[in-house]
């Protein structure tokens, strides 16, 4: 059934739904409202801190999944016999942590999965925009390991460590074998002890050690051009000033005759960011519709709550642009006529919780689904550019500047001077 929602509806009910789930399963799902953040941060630390049984744990998993992943097939199999699949070799969580992952697996779904207290903890720092690390994302898979992306201004960035290469080793382990979080990231940011790191690019071996710094995750910044153009460059749509920051540059840059918005390597980050960012830039338009485990349909429309200025916009887009950046793009071009240049995106729409779990452990679900609003499904597709554009960034070194930003200049001026 479809129901047309406006944004801070969505807030309220979900904050309500927080309270009522909880009280219940001590259940936890993200806030969309920072002025909730303390008493949410309690609800949490009752949850996290129980101390239960592995078994019980698994248990625990397996009805949160059942009841809250979002494909109500469960990838097309009966989870009732995941039950008890494994409860009599349960006795340490180290095996619950194998059981629950195996389970989870099943679904097909390379980004639900189930952390253990250190990597929990990780976890959050990320979404809270602090990490102590090396700044390298991958993803592992049976076959390989590859990096995803890296951080800006990471030990793994200033090495030349880049998103598409493969990891053969670390520290003198088989990549796919080793502890691969543990190793790269850490909870104590005094944490500077080396990492050792075997890569392959185009069949080239490279050998690098790469040292651990608390690395400062900058999600934006901005800048106005000679020719009065706003550039707002989002490395994240993470941290939980993002808001406040955004709203501030929007006001900054509102007086320019256009605007540019790079979303380039931007993986993604928090949905009730992306959606606060798009409310503050529409007026009554839908952001977009979201599909949960119960095969409902929510559209979510912005609450003529703009501040921001119509005009000529374009946004910048590569195959590293992914989830809540595809977001926020999507509905821009949607609803704005915003010019995307660049490749296709990553094509990721699917939206993950992070669920706290008992023992300090957490539960990575994905519990819903978006559609832009021209309908468009972008999953493994991304969003196609308007103009495409491929970046070179040898040409980059070479001309000494980001030629993108230039073409999107270029864009801009000539549609300001003619409009037709």
């Known amino acids: 059934m479809e129901k047309p929602i406006r944004i801070k509806i969505v807030i309220l009910y979900a904050f309500i739904a927080l309270v009522i789930i909880l009280a219940i399963d001590f259940y936890?799902?993200?806030?969309?409202?920072?002025?909730?953040?303390?008493?949410?941060?309690?609800?949490?630390?009752?949850?996290?801190?129980?101390?239960?049984?592995?078994?019980?744990?698994?248990?625990?998993?397996?009805?949160?999944?059942?009841?809250?992943?979002?494909?109500?097939?469960?990838?097309?199999?009966?989870?009732?016999?995941?039950?008890?699949?494994?409860?009599?070799?349960?006795?340490?969580?180290?095996?619950?942590?194998?059981?629950?992952?195996?389970?989870?697996?099943?679904?097909?779904?390379?980004?639900?999965?189930?952390?253990?207290?250190?990597?929990?903890t990780k976890q959050k720092a990320i979404v809270d925009s602090k990490i102590t690390g090396v700044g390298i994302m991958y993803n592992k898979t049976e076959d390989n390991v590859t990096v995803e992306n890296v951080l800006d201004n990471s030990p793994a960035q200033k090495l030349g460590i880049k998103a598409g290469d493969e990891i053969i080793a670390i520290n003198d382990k088989e990549a796919s074998k080793a502890p691969i979080d543990k190793i790269l990231t850490s909870t104590?940011?005094?944490?500077?002890?080396?990492?050792?790191?075997?890569?392959?690019?185009?069949?080239?071996?490279i050998e690098t050690n790469i040292k651990k710094e608390e690395i400062p995750i900058k999600t934006m910044e901005y800048k106005i051009t000679n020719d009065n153009i706003g550039i707002i460059t989002?490395?994240?749509?993470?941290?939980?000033?993002?808001?406040?920051?955004?709203?501030?540059?929007?006001?900054?840059?509102?007086?320019?005759?256009?605007?540019?918005?790079?979303?380039?390597?931007?993986?993604?980050?928090?949905?009730?960011?992306?959606?606060?960012?798009?409310?503050?830039?529409?007026d009554d338009e839908e952001i977009l519709s979201i599909n949960g485990s119960k095969n409902d349909k929510l559209e979510i429309f912005a609450s003529?709550?703009?501040?921001?200025?119509?005009?000529?916009?374009?946004?910048?887009?590569?195959?590293?642009?992914?989830?809540?950046?595809?977001?926020?793009?999507?509905?821009?071009?949607?609803?704005?006529?915003?010019?995307?240049?660049?490749?296709?995106?990553?094509?990721?729409?699917?939206?993950?919780q992070i669920i706290p779990m008992q023992n300090d452990t957490g539960l990575i679900l994905t519990t819903l689904k978006y559609i832009l609003p021209s309908g468009d499904d972008i999953h493994n597709k991304g969003i196609k550019p308007t103009i495409y554009y491929k970046e070179n960034k040898k040409n980059n070194k070479k001309a000494k500047k980001d030629l993108m930003i230039e073409e999107a200049i270029k864009i801009i001026n000539q549609v300001v001077k003619n409009p037709q």
């Open 28 to 120: 936890c799902m993200p806030a969309f409202n920072l002025d909730n953040k303390k008493f949410l941060e309690n609800l949490d630390n009752i949850k996290t801190s129980q101390n239960i049984a592995p078994q019980r744990l698994y248990i625990n998993v397996w009805r949160n999944t059942k009841n809250e992943y979002v494909d109500s097939t469960m990838n097309g199999q009966d989870w009732n016999r995941w039950r008890n699949k494994y409860l009599k070799h349960i006795k340490t969580m180290e095996d619950a942590n194998i059981a629950i992952n195996t389970m989870l697996m099943s679904l097909n779904d390379r980004y639900s999965r189930f952390l253990l207290p250190d990597l929990y």
């Open 188 to 205: 104590d940011k005094k944490d500077t002890e080396n990492v050792k790191i075997v890569i392959k690019r185009e069949n080239k071996i």
């Open 234 to 282: 989002l490395a994240t749509i993470m941290g939980e000033n993002a808001i406040v920051d955004f709203v501030k540059i929007i006001k900054e840059t509102n007086d320019t005759k256009g605007l540019i918005i790079d979303l380039r390597d931007n993986f993604g980050g928090i949905l009730s960011n992306a959606l606060e960012m798009a409310n503050y830039m529409l």
């Open 304 to 352: 003529n709550e703009n501040m921001f200025k119509k005009k000529e916009m374009v946004i910048l887009v590569n195959r590293n642009t992914a989830s809540a950046a595809e977001i926020l793009a999507g509905t821009l071009k949607d609803n704005l006529g915003a010019v995307v240049l660049g490749e296709n995106t990553y094509g990721k729409n699917s939206i993950q």
